[in-house]
């Protein structure tokens, strides 16, 4: 089996800096591309940034510039750099991976149980 586990979320004030970090673990055989999603209260969950197992990246409109996605591919960890961050930035984020899990022979998402951002004064 495939787990992801989430760190680093919590109550920050307004233009603050929060940092989540995601490790995969498990019968892992390839991580593809690893990202961040986020879900505010009565909204659908939404895409934050993405980042291939090359290096690229994506990101929504809403964070760039202030938000900045890494991997570590030796240790199977995904980073998200949250700098400046708003009040609307406030949401449950979740780390998501595509790998592929050898106990179960293909290539599956996976999604971290989430971690909690507060943006408030």
């Known amino acids: 089996q495939v787990q992801l586990v989430e760190s680093g979320g919590g109550l920050v004030q307004p233009g603050g800096s929060l940092r989540l970090s995601c490790a995969a673990s498990g019968t892992i055989f390839i991580i593809y591309a690893m990202g961040w999603y986020r879900q505010a209260p009565g909204k659908q969950r939404e895409l934050v940034a993405t980042?291939?197992?090359?290096?690229?990246?994506n990101y929504a409109d809403s964070v760039k510039g202030r938000f900045t996605i890494s991997r570590d591919n030796a240790k199977n960890t995904v980073i998200l750099q949250m700098n400046s961050l708003k009040p609307e930035d406030t949401a449950v984020y979740y780390c998501?991976?595509?790998?592929?899990?050898?106990?179960?022979?293909?290539?599956?998402?996976?999604w971290g149980q989430g971690t909690q951002v507060t943006v408030s004064s």
């Open positions: 998501n991976s595509a790998i592929y899990d050898t106990s179960r022979r293909g290539r599956y998402a996976y």
């Open positions: 980042i291939t197992s090359g290096g690229n990246t």
